[in-house]
């Protein structure tokens, strides 16, 4: 093996004072004929979507998602797969069917799907239809004794915008430069983050009044509107999930175009009649531990040194969760079983984390580092444990563990099914430069672009605000962000073969030349 | 009132040889004042599509909203409002509601509506999916005894394209430039039009034969694939519509992303089951006439030589038939009621029909162009007598009645709702000069293009094809095609008021100006 004269050339191009990255181009040959000549991600994505279908949190679902994740990682021979629990998460909660249809002043199939974590009816029931959004308590109590038997409609009414962009995108060299810019940051605002930190806590409280009004005062059922048009039903969670917790009534989200119908109805001074008839239940009467799914590929020389991977396994309930996330969880384990099937002996020891809970708050990710890396310890005042991390005044700062300092680095993968075309270095200069080496001889296949700017809202954050250089890859969009993202369409059909044995290829280099690195990879300094 | 001095300049720019329009520009902008700032066209849209729903040919509904369009254009104060019968045309349908769940492998909801004329299921049935797309008799013959109690998916599974151009357009100069080539037609193909009708013939026979061949071997229902993806149900018709032909068994059209997963799991021999409960039902037992409503402002000077202007007032059932074709008809009553309030005295009658049975093949207008203008003569062979006129060998010539030669022209409106940007001329290259100068002083409203070319596929045809200029509008395609024609999602939600009040302006001054001019609409030769 020799030095790589292309890195030091492209260094040299780009001016840059900076060492010179090792790549190991016979190795990436090897996972990149593996990956792309025999590769399994679409049997696996298959399999987590169709034969054992969305996995909720603690479904029965989800359960099975566990277990085979764990049983095929084993089988491609990777060591130390096992299920780790966290929690008590909450209650499990499944949903069979849901039927809606008005039956007044005319008749017709209504496009809807029940919320998590909610109830279904008693059979079929019938109710009239009444508009009633409440952003206080005082909105429900003026209606006190009068809602006995309504299905209510909670949201306003919404335009319809006719988009001029198409659905299904992917990235052109001008967008990819745009990425590369970083929009310098505004100072903290304290007393914006106390009055988000007061609007969590009251949107909170009134959820609670709101669960316990609803059912008292006999409500059928709530409906409201999709966040997204043309028939899309975008449905995520309501009810509770906490045993002993109220969990309200039946509560539906229903498509704009039959929402607005209803509402355009009752404006005009007619009664809607609907007949629902849903049937859901909750799987566990108590709060259950909830699990990751966790193996590993033993590292050569930096065995108790660890480079992890992850993607989130538990998905929504609409759809099959396809793009959300089981495709994420089909690329990492199938960098997984690519490096294993090459026979390449990483120095550090590969680590795949496929978490649960994700969706209610990036809780399996949170629950392993705290376990395992680093606590954040929890605010003392009840009210205030649950409120997000970035909500918080003057936060207490991580308490780190051993093997925080073992953790090279992690990579997350949870943007829908779209090749990777780059990696978001989250601030951290030292690795954007690392990844702007390491994603030359992948710019063939796509991969050309190393933004410093942060991105959120997935598992890499709980690495990252402990101090653990935590990533998140740039991938085309597709239809992620029009049809698919927390919809009942995300399922198969919206999946792109190539992407995902793109993306595996790509995972499988990077954990590769990350656990083969001579140094872990460079650290921001930690932030309280 | 003076010749306009505009229209010789512009003639004089283009060095076009021809005569000059008389556009009377006080007459132009008296329509415009109305239409702009006191237009009716969305309670009329809405009063359609909501307070009487869709309206299927013969339905119910269809029924209520014949009778109400002519009330409301008798009560605007035009003259003669009446519904004139035609056919026997069948017999009504209508569907109450629609629930299709998958209840193994595992549970879930499947999105699906029953297609026009077929039957519903006596209450909630259940059986197991299977995959039979039969070509010919012997296709279904095979399975003869093996069939009872299955739900059969009819339709090959179909991979979604994801799409690169937006949902929602509008025309452009260039798109608008386009649009004004020819495409020089080929020669008639003898060959090719045989072929065409024996398969036309042997398709119908196959209909029929399956339609019997189903219920007799007790199939529970069949299963569609609808034609668009995204979660769009694009729904027609099935069954047979005409007393005492066999109906054949529940018929449903599912969307793509769950029609594909029954096939995935059927293909992986997973025992699929799936319980259907369709409420749906034939409003009468015997073949019914349906109606055309039908309006006039009567002229001045040249009373019994008419203008007309229409649309279809029928729509498919699974939205409520907003853009298809609410949209048009509002657009016709309100370019009508228009030219009512301004008090304007046209030459001729201007008079509008709302055309039933559109969609069963442009039924309500050759009907009303029979009776009153031309027959079509239809072959003596009682198997070709449903043959398409273009599927025929040496088609007889129509039979001209007195009144042929008093039709001005037929201006029809059925491309959904979006602003009219010019008018098809239908190869009569005279006609296409006067639009040319009809159209100038409506360039500020985006009415810029007159094409040469034929557009086909509605109640234009019905004239066009007996020698009366019939002419159909260039209009904005908005997401007409991507989102809504003939899908659950047509709705009010995907009209634009904006574009319906300029269409309404711009058919009231193209009819104003055809009942204005000195000498009726220059005529094409009638072909045969």
Redesign the interface.
Known sequence: MTRSLTAFLLLGLAGVASAAEYIDYAALGRIRQEGFTNSKVMDTV?TLT??I??RLTNSP?MDAANEWTRKQLAEWGLSNARLEAFGPFGRGW??????V?M?A?????L?A?PKAWTPGTEGAVTGEAMLLVAKTQADLDKYKGKLKGKILFISDAR??K????????RYDEDKLKELQSFAIPKPADAAKRKSDAEDFLRQRELTQYSNRFLAEEGVLATVSLSSW????IRVTGGGSRKAGEPVGVPALTMI??HY??VL??LE?GEAVKL?L?I?ARYTSDDDRVAHNTVAELPGHGKKDEVVMIGAHLDSWHG??GAADNAAGVAVMMEAMRILKATGLKPKRTIRIALWSAEEQGLLGSAAYVGTHFAELPVPADPKLKDLPRSLQENPLPPVLKPAHGKVSAYFNYDNGGGRIRGIYAQENLAAAEVFRQWIAPLADIGVTTVTSRNTGSTDHVSFDRVGIPGFQFVQDN??YFT?VHH???D????I?AEDLRQSAVVVASLAYLAAMRDEPMPRKPLQP
């Open positions: 298959t169709e034969r279908g969305p679902q499944e949903y069979q069917s849901a039927s249809h039956t002043p005319r008749q017709f199939t496009s799907l335009e319809i006719p988009s001029d962009k198409p659905d299904f995108v048009d043309n028939g899309i704009t175009e607005n119908q355009r109805l005009k007949t008839d049937k759809g099959t597709l239809d049809h919809t009942h369409l399922g198969l059909d919206h792109q």
